[in-house]
């Protein structure tokens, strides 16, 4: 990369990195161009990005965003993912870990929060937002229904009331 083009780089990633609700830095060495293919497209399936940095560029574009903490971690061949939703990225990097050996979580940053290696497989067990949204809907509207039936409950009382009345007075 000419300095220009890193330049570019370091400011794209750095507004990237302003706007996200989590940050997941990983080592991915050994692992192959399809799987790295395929890792980038679960991550931008569920909303996220996964890029492969260079350490000081990534250093770099840290500076000045709530995720500067985790500056130590860049050592060695590190990829890192990131998304605006705060389980999206840890997630997907989780259930990739499990599947791959060769996909090392080394840890990451939740705004100023900085996560070790269990902070963000605890993160990543949690329900998504579009998850949680639907149970909040599902929970509004139960009662919802639960009223609905109580309300009908007691006309249907009278009427068996009433037909037992009228099929006793036939039977007499």
Known sequence: MERAQKLEFVSSLNKALEGAG???VTHYQGMTVAQMNDLRVRMADAG???KVVKNRLARLALDGTEADGIKDLFKGPTAIAYSEDPVAAPKVAATY???NEKLIILGGA???TILDQTGVKALAELPSLDELRGK???MIQTPATRIAG???AP???VARVLNAYATKDQAA
């Open 155 to 157: 006309a249907g009382q």
């Open 150 to 152: 109580v309300l009908q």
């Open 136 to 138: 909040l809907v599902g």
């Open 48 to 50: 996220a990005s996964f």
């Open 110 to 112: 939740m705004g100023q």
């Open 97 to 99: 870990a499990k599947e």
């Open 22 to 24: 989590v940050v997941v």
